[in-house]
């Protein structure tokens, strides 16, 4: 039976630790293919103003360095970034991207070789078609060229911590005032909803009125029925104040929680 | 249980740097080797990772610091759990002179597929051209083996001018650049399963076979041995090196009698195949400057028997330097 197309890559260490690589799709690719192809063209660009100066003494010498040199930086481009930046490009590097190794072991020479060789028909018959429609299609987003050398390419975001003190700002939080409950809903909310409130928290102002009334309508709607508050505390707050003290709950320490 | 993660940052955060730092030196520098200490330092750092990374992913923590956690933990587990040999600084010449005609032999059956195909391709567009002549501009879609064979053998003999005067360089470069594409395309289309990688051997073949038919029937051979042999002793079998690593690449992919997995098959070959194709490359380079300062130019500016002899001694010097050069070395590395 074939295996469904997934956009993470599950891994499991002998140690027991599961964890799941996010795979880069074909757009962000596509996008990173172009900050690449304009960096060639900007290198042979810079390449062939060098050699003007030479053509003035030898002229064929520097036509005949002009052809080999273009074919070298084309060829040789991805292959020699992916090898010395460990799998970026500057167009993976400013997309935030990255080539692996399929088991997330070390990445060889012969796979970012092979994986840049294959280009030639991952390109065909114009603009990466082939290329486009294997990663559409394959189960971990891979062109021709990442199936024949084992790897895969992976979004690779920087860490960075959310501003919990501008975020919260030190406002009266009236769910505190019922520490057993505030424990509880600590206890029940799975890290993944306690990510989506402070993500939409934190990004509260870029939303369209309708929808930020929307969604933290909705998010208030799932804190409450995880636990539930007196109404006279719970009724008095607008959703999303609502989410952003419940958040406060989550992230806090205890023992800030307590100082306040 | 949800995580206290300003604490949880502020105690683990060190750790995580620490291991961030041995990772990037480890990955800067290939020929870097670790000190026992240092082995045992990061494999501490790897598991202390690993743990906080098991941690945070009960609590609601923050989902970029799983991320970097996830990102860091790929990274050590790649260096620890790795049980293919970290390489040593690449010798080129030992690479060329040993690790090439070596990883040749070793994958010697594709190659011959690779020859058979061609073959096979030749007596095609031989037999072609002789049983429809008519069928040249479509056998040969090149403007110089349009023409009558001996028309052009007597044009050649009588130019008073260099018409390569002032190009031979970039008519090497545009050589060397085009074969070469023309070997990687060849390598590259064994992952249609070598279809492709057929049709292009084979598509050379016929060229091949329909351009010598030609001559030879028109009573050209001297000639033609003398204008194709002196690049084509090594343009040919490079590009037949390009067959051999598209082959092994289709033979990787369909894994007949083999109960490896496709990724564990395509690992094994991928670095036989780089060494073939880098190893047709550089032969290529060789090629295009023999084809244009030398090919080119016929008797009575060069005799054709000089060019055949230099031809036949390059196609010699070829076929023992991959039959046998790092054959001595291979034995003493068995011994």
Not at chain 2, 158 to 186: C, E, P, S, W, Y
Not at chain 2, 261 to 290: H, K, M, N, P, Q
């Amino acid at each position: 039976m074939r295996r469904a197309r997934t956009n993470t890559l599950p891994l499991r260490t002998p140690e027991g630790i599961v964890f799941a690589l996010p795979l880069a799709g074909p757009v962000s690719r596509l996008l990173a293919w172009s900050v690449d192809v304009a960096c060639i063209g900007a290198a042979s660009e810079v390449l062939g103003k060098l050699l003007n100066s030479i053509g003035m003494i030898n002229r064929e010498l520097a036509q005949a360095t002009y052809i080999l040199a273009y074919f070298v930086i084309s060829i040789g481009y991805g292959i020699a970034f992916e090898w010395f930046s460990r799998g970026q490009t500057l167009g993976k590097r400013v997309l935030g991207l990255r080539v692996m190794d399929e088991q997330a072991l070390r990445l060889e020479f012969s796979q970012v070789a092979v994986r840049n060789l294959l280009r030639v028909v991952d390109a065909l018959p114009v603009l990466y078609m082939v290329g486009g429609i294997a990663c559409l299609v394959s189960r971990r987003s891979q062109r021709l060229g990442d199936l024949a050398a084992n790897t895969i390419v992976v979004r690779n975001p920087e860490i960075s911590q959310p501003d919990l003190e501008q975020l919260l700002g030190g406002k009266f939080n009236s769910l505190l005032e019922h520490r057993h409950l505030a424990a509880r809903i600590r206890q029940r909310t799975s890290p993944r909803a306690a990510a989506v409130a402070l993500e939409a928290l934190l990004r509260r102002d870029q939303f369209e009125p309708l929808a930020r009334l929307q969604l933290f309508e909705d998010l208030a709607a799932h804190f409450r029925s995880l636990v539930e508050f007196p109404p006279e505390v719970a009724e008095q707050l607008s959703d999303e104040q609502y989410v952003r003290n419940v958040v406060e709950i989550l992230y806090r320490s205890a023992d800030a929680l307590t100082k306040r | 249980m949800i995580v206290d993660l300003k604490r949880f940052l502020a105690e683990e955060r060190k750790y995580w740097t620490e291991l961030e730092s041995v990772l990037n030196r480890i990955e800067r520098n290939a020929e870097y080797r670790m000190e026992l200490p240092e082995v045992l330092k990061f494999h501490e750092l790897y598991e202390r990772a690993s743990a906080d990374l098991a941690k945070i992913e009960t609590f609601a923590g923050e989902p970029e610091i799983r991320r970097f956690l996830e990102g860091l933990v790929a990274r050590a587990y790649s260096e620890i759990h790795e049980t293919r040999e970290k390489r040593n600084k690449l010798n080129l010449w030992r690479w060329f002179v040993v690790t090439f005609p070596q990883t040749f032999r070793r994958r010697i059956k594709p190659f011959w597929l690779s020859v058979a195909v061609t073959i096979a391709g030749c007596v095609f567009g031989g037999v072609a051209i002789r049983i429809d002549p008519d069928a040249k501009p479509i056998l040969m879609p090149f403007p110089g083996l349009k023409e009558d064979p001996s028309e052009r053998v007597r044009k050649e003999e009588t130019a008073k001018n260099d018409r390569l005067v002032g190009h031979k360089g970039t008519f090497a470069a545009d050589l060397m650049t085009h074969n070469t594409k023309v070997a990687i395309m060849t390598m590259a289309l064994g992952v249609t399963w070598g279809a492709g990688t057929t049709i292009s051997l084979f598509y050379n073949g016929v060229i091949l076979g329909a351009v010598g038919a030609d001559y030879v029937h028109a009573g050209q051979t001297v000639f033609l041995l003398g204008w194709l042999l002196p690049h084509g002793a090594v343009e040919i079998p490079s590009i037949l090196l390009g067959g051999q690593a598209g082959f092994l690449l289709a033979s990787a992919l369909i894994g007949w009698g083999s109960r490896k997995t496709r990724g564990a098959r395509l690992r094994e070959i991928s670095s036989d195949l780089v060494t073939i194709i880098f190893g047709a490359g550089i032969l290529l380079v060789w090629a295009g400057i023999v084809e244009s300062f030398l090919s080119q130019y016929h008797q009575p500016v060069i005799p054709y028997a000089l060019k055949i002899a230099f031809g036949a001694t390059e196609l010699a010097a070829l076929t023992i330097f991959l039959s046998r050069s790092g054959a001595t070395a291979a034995k003493k590395e068995a011994e």
